[in-house]
Nanobody, 125 residues
Framework: QVQLVESEGGLVQTGDSLRLSCVLS????????MGWFRQAPGKEREFVAA????????FYGDSVKGRFTISRDNAKSTVYLQMNSLKPEDTAVYYC??????????????????WGQGTQVTVSS
């Protein structure tokens, strides 16, 4: 059974940086495409970033392009989300998710089978 555990988020100020991590256990990490999603209060969950099993291919949501970077360390079974130049509108619960690499990389929420518990990121103005 795949389990995903995200690191603690936090409260930061506008313009700050924060790195989230997510560890996958229970299965071989490199067999999975990984994604990050977020959900702000009163809004639907949205795609943030995704990375292929090799780490070569990445996708980003339009609102985070150029500011966020997704990466992975297959030896540590960990995916990261480096968030720079944070804005108040980045405030949300951030979730990591996994889907079988056989199915290919995806930006679609419903195509990810496994989810972490979520971690709160709050950006103050």
């Amino acid at each position: 059974q795949v389990q995903l555990v995200e690191s603690e988020g936090g409260l930061v100020q506008t313009g700050d940086s924060l790195r989230l991590s997510c560890v996958l256990s229970g299965r071989t990490f490199s067999d999975y495409v990984m994604g990050w999603f977020r959900q702000a209060p009163g809004k639907e969950r949205e795609f943030v970033a995704a990375i292929s099993q090799s780490g070569i291919t990445t996708f980003y949501g339009d609102s985070v392009k150029g500011r966020f970077t997704i990466s992975r360390d297959n030896a540590k079974s960990t995916v990261y989300l480096q968030m720079n130049s944070l804005k108040p509108e980045d405030t949300a619960v951030y979730y990591c998710a996994a889907r079988s690499a056989n199915q290919g990389i995806s930006t679609v929420i419903s195509e990810y089978k496994y989810w972490g518990q979520g971690t709160q990121v709050t950006v103050s103005s």
